[in-house]
C-alpha cells in the first residue's frame, strides 16, 4: 500500500490485494487506486480505478476476470453508499441542507 499527498490538491492511495481460498489464486492479484481531488473548499471528486493482474496462465482466467469485476465494484458501490450516509450524518449534525448528488 502506498499514499501520496498533493499539497491541498488531493491525494492517490494505491493497493495490491492478493486473494486466498480461491481457485489459482496463486495466478492473480488485483491492484486499485483511489485519487481524490479537491474541487472546491467542501468538495472533493473520489476516482477509484482497479485492475487484474496475472502473473500465472490459467484455464480459469475468465471466470476469475468475471468474478473480481462484480466483486470490486459491488464492494465500491458499498462503500460509496457508506460514505454518502456518512456525509448526510455530518451534514446534518453541523445543520446543512442535504445533498442529492451522487
Given at each position: 500500500?502506498?499514499?501520496q499527498?498533493?499539497?491541498?490538491?488531493?491525494?492517490?492511495?494505491?493497493?495490491?490485494?492478493?486473494v486466498?481460498?480461491?481457485?489459482?489464486?496463486?495466478?492473480?492479484?488485483v491492484?486499485?487506486?483511489?485519487?481524490?481531488?479537491?474541487?472546491?473548499?467542501?468538495?472533493?471528486?473520489?476516482?477509484?480505478?482497479?485492475?487484474?493482474?496475472f502473473?500465472?496462465?490459467?484455464?480459469?482466467k475468465?471466470?476469475?476476470q468475471?468474478?473480481?469485476?462484480?466483486?470490486?465494484?459491488?464492494?465500491?458501490?458499498?462503500?460509496?453508499?457508506?460514505?454518502?450516509?456518512?456525509?448526510?450524518?455530518?451534514?446534518?449534525?453541523?445543520?446543512?441542507?442535504?445533498?442529492?448528488s451522487?
Amino acid at each position: 500500500q502506498s499514499f501520496q499527498r498533493f499539497g491541498a490538491l488531493g491525494a492517490t492511495l494505491q493497493n495490491v490485494t492478493i486473494v486466498n481460498g480461491v481457485p489459482s489464486a496463486d495466478c492473480f492479484r488485483v491492484e486499485d487506486r483511489w485519487s481524490v481531488e479537491s474541487i472546491g473548499e467542501s468538495s472533493v471528486h473520489l476516482r477509484v480505478t482497479f485492475r487484474i493482474l496475472f502473473t500465472k496462465r490459467t484455464m480459469f482466467k475468465p471466470i476469475i476476470q468475471k468474478n473480481v469485476k462484480a466483486e470490486t465494484k459491488k464492494w465500491f458501490h458499498g462503500y460509496a453508499k457508506f460514505l454518502r450516509q456518512a456525509l448526510q450524518e455530518d451534514d446534518k449534525k453541523e445543520g446543512l441542507p442535504a445533498s442529492d448528488s451522487e
